[in-house]
C-alpha cells in the first residue's frame, strides 16, 4: 500500500512571479498536475498535496474528491512541510512516496521501479538520483559502493569537494511511513537557508538505497524560467516523438508545439509553425498548417487549416479552413465547407457544404447547408447593448457586401442582393433587394 505525498507549498521565489511556482504551466497542465498524473497508475490509497503559498489557489486549480490537502501555513523547508502528515498519518503503517511539486517530467516507469527496489531490499528509505554533468543547485547525494546513501548535502551546504559530486538527490522519496514518522518530529535546522530539510530526515531512518533513474532528464526540477523553458523543450521532444512513432506526420517538428493534453490520430499531418494546444483532438488525414493555432478544438477527418486560427471550437469532416481565417467562441462547421480568406466566425454554427469564402463576419449565427455567404458579408449582431442571432436557410445566398442586422431569419432559398442591408425577415424562396436604386443622370457633369 502507497500513499502519496507532494510538496506544493513553497513559494517558488526564483520564478520572480505572482503565480505559485507548482501552477506554471508546462504544456497545457500545471508543474503539479504533472506530477499527479505521473502517479496516477499507481493506484495510491491516498494522495496528499501539502499547500501552504497561495493555497487557495493551488487547491482552487486542481480540486478533485480524491485529494486531500494539507497546510503548511509557514514554509520552513521541506521536512517541515512533511511533518505536516503526522496527525493525518497516525496510525500508517504502508510506504509513503513523496514527491517535490516542481519536478514534472517523472515517468510512471521510473516511480514504479523506485517502489519495486524499495520493497524487495526492506529500505526504511529509497531515493530517486541521477547522475547529472551539471548537479549546481540540487542536494548531493553521497553512497557507499552498494548504493546505500551516507549522506545528503544541499548546494548550498557543500564544501567545494562536495560540490564535485555529480550524484544529486531528484526530490523523490520512498518511505516506510512508521520510520520516518519517528525521526520527523527530531529535525534541526541547523543549515544554511535555515530550514527544516526532509533530505536530513532520509539520513536517519535506517538502510536509505539510492536508485539512479535512467534518463536523467527525468528529475530536471523547475526552480526558475530557464528551467521551465529546458523543461519545456524535453516534453515537446517526447511528446512530437510519441506521435510521430503513432503515425503523425511533423513537418519540421522544431517549429511545432503539441501540448500533452492533445489527441492525434495516425496519418494527420503538422506542418511548420502551427500550435496545438488544451483539449484538442484532430481525426485521421487532416493537415494543419503551416501556420495554424488549434487550441481547444475538435477537427474531424481530412480537415485542412491554412494560416488560420481555431479556438473552443468544432470543425466536421472534409472541410477547408483558411488561409487566414478566425473560428471562435463555439463555431461549429459541417462536413466538407469551406471558410477561407479573411473570415471570422464566432458562435455560429454552419450546415454541411456550406461557403463563406471571403472577408466576411458571422457572429451568433446559423447557417443552414449549401448556403453560400457572398465576399463581404457581416452579420450585425450587436445593438450596442445585447447580441442577437442571424438564422439562415438552407441553399440561401448572400450577396457581396451584405449586412444582416440581427436579430433576422432568412428562409430556405433565399437570395440578398449585394449591396443590401437586411433589417427584416425573408421568407422562402424570396430575393431580398435591401438597397437604393442606382441613379443616373446623364449629361452631368461639375460646371467648374
Ligand atoms: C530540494 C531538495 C534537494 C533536491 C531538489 C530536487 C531539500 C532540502 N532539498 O531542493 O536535495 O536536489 O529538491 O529538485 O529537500 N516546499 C514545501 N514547503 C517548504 C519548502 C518547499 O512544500 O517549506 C516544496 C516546494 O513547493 C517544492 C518542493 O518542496 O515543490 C522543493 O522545494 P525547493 O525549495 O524547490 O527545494 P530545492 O532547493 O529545489
Ligand atoms: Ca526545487
Sequence with gaps: MVVVAILAAGRGTRMKSSLPKVLHSLGGRSLVEKVLESVEPLSPSRRMVIVGYQAQEVKASIQSNSLEFVEQTVQLGTG?????????????????????????????????????????????????????????????????????????????DCTPAQRQNCRVNAGVYCFRWPDLAKVLPHLEANNSQKE???????????????????????????????????????????IKEQWMLAGVTLIDPNSITIDDTVELQPDVIIEPQTHLRGNTKIQAGSRIGPGSLIDNSQLGENVTVLYSVVTDSIVQAGTRIGPYAHLRGHAEVGTNCRVGNFVELKNTRLGEKTNVAHLSYLGDTTAGSQVNIGAGTITANYDGVKKHRTQIGDRTKTGSNSVLVAPVTLGDDVYVAAGSTVTEDVPNDSLVIARSRQVIKPGWRRKV
Design 80 to 156: 517541515h512541510a512533511i511533518q505536516q502528515l503526522l496527525p493525518h498519518l497516525e496510525d500508517y503503517t504502508g510506504d509513503l512516496l513523496v514527491l517535490n511539486g516542481d519536478v514534472p517530467l517523472l515517468r510512471t516507469e521510473t516511480l514504479k521501479q523506485l517502489w519495486q527496489t524499495h520493497q524487495e531490499n526492506q529500505n526504511a528509505a529509497t531515493i530517486l538520483t541521477a547522475q547529472l554533468a551539471d548537479p549546481q543547485g540540487y542536494g548531493r547525494v553521497f553512497c557507499n559502493d552498494e548504493h546505500i546513501v551516507q549522506q545528503i548535502v544541499e548546494h548550498k
Design 196 to 238: 527544516y530539510y526532509l533530505t536530513d530526515a532520509v539520513t536517519q531512518v535506517g538502510q536509505v538505497m539510492a536508485v539512479d533513474v535512467a534518463d536523467y532528464q527525468e528529475i530536471l526540477g523547475i526552480n526558475d524560467r530557464l528551467q521551465l523553458a529546458t523543461a519545456y523543450e524535453i516534453l515537446q521532444r517526447r
